[in-house]
């Protein structure tokens, strides 16, 4: 599976900022999607997942409320909508995808694909 994130940019905080990431190369719909981010100095962390085929979905404490992933696996895409962006989201956003027969999985070593990462920066 090929992953290209984009979207990302600089907002205020308490804006928002939608990403969109594009698969291609297997059956999209047999993966299991994640974000993840990585701040400098930091690790990467588990930001939101969605499962293959119900949709399922969970988020990381810091982000729910706020985050909402979702997917089309009609046209190969899962998003990730931020909204009331705090300086703390500020990071490099990863998609990733986990291949199956797994259901959605919250560490980063377990997901096989990686996107390029995208920058998202919210100023105070």
């Known amino acids: 599976v090929q992953l290209q994130a984009s979207g990302g940019g600089l907002v205020q905080a308490g804006g928002s900022l939608r990403l969109p990431c594009a698969a291609s190369g297997r059956t999209f719909s047999n993966y299991s999607m994640g974000w993840f981010r990585q701040a400098p100095g930091k690790d990467r962390e588990f930001v939101a997942g969605?499962?293959?085929?119900?949709?399922?979905?969970s988020y990381a404490d810091p982000v729910k409320g706020r985050f909402t992933i979702s997917r089309d696996n009609a046209k190969n895409t899962v998003h990730l909508q931020m909204n009331s962006l705090k300086p703390e989201d500020t990071a490099v956003y990863y998609c990733a995808a986990d291949s199956p027969p797994y259901g959605l999985r919250y560490q980063s070593t377990t997901y096989d694909y990686w996107g390029q990462g995208t920058q998202v920066t919210v100023s105070s």
């Open positions: 969605i499962s293959s085929r119900t949709g399922i979905t």
